[in-house]
T-cell receptor, first 113, second 114 residues
Framework: DAKTTQPPSMDCAEGRAANLPCNHSTISGNEYVYWYRQIHSQGPQYIIHGLKNNETNEMASLIITEDRKSSTLILPHATLRDTAVYYCIVRVGGGNAGNMLTFGGGTRLMVKP | GAVVSQHPSRVICKSGTSVKIECRSLDFQATTMFWYRQFPKQSLMLMATSNEGSKATYEQGVEKDKFLINHASLTLSTLTVTSAHPEDSSFYIC??????????FGPGTRLLVL
């Protein structure tokens, strides 16, 4: 799986948009970009994933650059409950059992009042 | 949808005893489940891949005889930590692979070995 690079920490004001960047310059054509977050002492929570088109769901938006070498996760209106470690992971898609997730250091997002 | 549960949520045991952790996919079937371990202030590390009806695949450095994995049904995988020692104290997290390829995680089990 391609390696990803994320800033170790970020702050965001409550109510403002949180934009979390991720670099994945060695991503392959069949690899998806997945985002998970882990709130303290809990299991990771799936947020969103995409291949090359921008994606949006009830939690967040995912913007992938045209060359697919980087992406940005956007939380449109961050709340205090969004404080967590956010992981950007690239891996081959589909239900193949070999498609495990490799977690890096992630970005620790602190949402402040 | 896509809910994964773990039981127990936390367990304290004496050194030398065995502990079993259950991982269930509540609203979907999962032929593959994964077991991770997370030490304080560190990221998740994959321990093994659990396949329904077959032997688990362990990551390098993970002792298969110490961490017994059984995936007896499409909704249940168990991890047994045998002869637990204080260094096995950790946060154990399972995930289940959905049909679309997305992994859904359980809430984790915190193990403390005294």
């Amino acid at each position: 799986d391609a390696k990803t690079t994320q800033p170790p920490s970020m702050d965001c004001a409550e109510g403002r948009a949180a934009n979390l960047p991720c670099n994945h310059s060695t991503i392959s054509g069949n690899e998806y970009v997945y985002w998970y977050r882990q709130i303290h002492s809990q299991g990771p929570q799936y947020i969103i994933h995409g291949l090359k088109n921008n994606e949006t769901n009830e939690m967040a938006s995912l913007i992938i650059t045209e060359d697919r070498k980087s992406s940005t996760l956007i939380l449109p209106h961050a709340t205090l409950r969004d404080t967590a470690v956010y992981y950007c992971i690239v891996r081959v898609g589909g239900g193949n059992a070999g498609n495990m997730l490799t977690f890096g250091g992630g970005t620790r997002l602190m949402v402040k009042p | 949808g896509a809910v994964v549960s773990q039981h127990p949520s936390r367990v304290i045991c004496k050194s030398g005893t065995s502990v079993k952790i259950e991982c269930r996919s509540l609203d979907f079937q999962a032929t593959t489940m994964f077991w991770y371990r997370q030490f304080p202030k560190q990221s998740l590390m994959l321990m093994a891949t659990s396949n329904e009806g077959s032997k688990a695949t362990y990551e390098q450095g993970v002792e298969k005889d110490k961490f017994l994995i059984n995936h007896a049904s499409l909704t249940l995988s168990t991890l047994t930590v045998t002869s637990a020692h204080p260094e096995d104290s950790s946060f154990y997290i399972c995930s289940a692979l959905g049909q679309t390829g997305t992994q859904y995680f359980g809430p984790g089990t915190r193990l403390l070995v005294l």
